[in-house]
């Protein structure tokens, strides 16, 4: 490795990091919106099975994970204005909220795919293969969009807990914080992503 | 670096904009429990729409970012439609 001779020169190009984050959220978009394809062509040829399906889901638990993820949307969000105020403490208690949020939004997850799966209501499950053609696609939509839907929460914790470190050592702070602001990105994306997700399969009437 | 670009959104407006998505989100829950048919789906997606744009408008800074960005989402939002477009009219007629 070759040493700089000027050790306190950091390059940095906060707006080039941000503009790599948004090319990232929209290569994710169009993940997500090839799921979405697949979703409108079997629901325009399954119409009565996917109402169906739909009344299978709890609208209860997937209203609760609706608000809970708005929250912790404004609350990543809060956490940035804290910081470009210099108000460390506050950033993380904000950030620490949003970690928090996305934990409960998995634990719901965990018991509403917990008692699915003990019914039967699973990919290859038997109270799932004696329904029709139909719910067995909704289901697998269903487990496959929501499935990676929660496999991003999972991302965003594991961001957060980075981020809410680097706050913690001062390495992010009141003029350095992109990265702060590119997990906050990410994370509104999840929200994105769930607005989308909640009527589609919950809200099906 | 010039400090005008750091626009710094207030708790208050934070707050504001949260209020305004739970009762979108509270609205699509009653709208779509009124079983409207396919209406129902229609508005629910509607509503999707307007707080996917106010997320990405406040939340995502779009407002007050470069607006190269917003190009670029509105971008990928048409070339999302136009498939969706292409797919349909292709399955409306075999």
Known sequence: MEKNSEPTHVHRDDEGDKMGMWLFIFTELLLFGMLFLMYAVYRYRNPEAFYLGGKELDVFIGTLNTVILLISSATVAMSISAIQKGRKKQALLFLGTTLTLALVFLVNKYLEWGAKIEYGFYPGGEALLELGHGTILFFGLYYVMSGIHALHIIIGMALFIYVFQQIRKEKVHQTDYVWLENTGLYWHLVDLIWIFLFPLFYLIH | ?94
């Open chain 2, 1 to 94: 670096m010039s400090q005008e670009k750091h626009h710094i959104m207030s708790y208050t407006t934070h707050l504001i904009v949260l209020g305004v998505l739970l009762i979108l989100t509270a609205v699509s829950v009653a709208v779509t429990s009124l079983e409207l048919g396919a209406l129902s789906t229609l508005v629910a997606m509607l509503i999707a729409g307007v707080k996917a744009a106010i997320v990405l408008v406040w939340f995502m800074h779009l407002k007050f970012d470069n607006k190269l960005y917003t190009i670029f989402t509105v971008f990928v939002l048409v070339l999302f439609l136009l498939v969706l477009y292409v797919t349909f009219f292709d399955y409306s007629y075999r």
